[in-house]
């Protein structure tokens, strides 16, 4: 089975349980042990607080097999990690399929 977590530093990432995710709270002294390693082998994706984007990339970063995806907590964060995510897909697919299209109406 596939396990999606999210990771951050304020409670409020419990509501997360609510539509099935497995949630963690973040402190300084219990980053490296966050996720256990059985439960790493079953991960697929990580969703993760701007606020600790940093710690979770060198945590993570030797995990190929886990998508490590920023998610904004903060209104003043919305759009910030979509420049990320765009560079991401291109990266991994050699194409932007995330570019904007406009239709024009006649």
């Known amino acids: 089975?596939?396990?999606?977590?999210?990771?951050?530093?304020?409670?409020?990432?419990?509501?997360?349980?609510?539509?099935g995710f497995e949630t963690r709270v973040v402190s300084n002294e219990n980053f490296k042990d966050l996720?256990?390693?059985?439960?790493?082998?079953?991960?697929?994706?990580?969703?993760?607080?701007?606020?600790?984007k940093e710690k979770v990339y060198e945590a993570y970063k030797h995990y190929d097999?886990?998508?490590?995806?920023?998610?904004?907590?903060?209104?003043?964060?919305?759009?910030?990690s979509e420049d990320g995510i765009r560079e991401?897909?291109?990266?991994?697919?050699?194409v932007d399929l995330l570019w904007e299209v406009t239709y024009e109406t006649k």
């Not at 996720?35 to 600790?52: G, M, R």
């Not at 097999?65 to 910030?80: A, T």
């Not at 991401?88 to 050699?94: D, E």
């Open 1 to 19: 089975m596939n396990k999606i977590f999210v990771l951050s530093n304020k409670i409020e990432v419990h509501i997360f349980k609510a539509i």
């Open 35 to 52: 996720i256990s390693n059985d439960e790493l082998k079953e991960t697929a994706i990580i969703y993760f607080d701007l606020a600790i």
């Open 65 to 80: 097999r886990i998508s490590l995806i920023p998610l904004p907590f903060k209104s003043s964060e919305i759009g910030k």
């Open 88 to 94: 991401l897909v291109k990266k991994s697919v050699g």
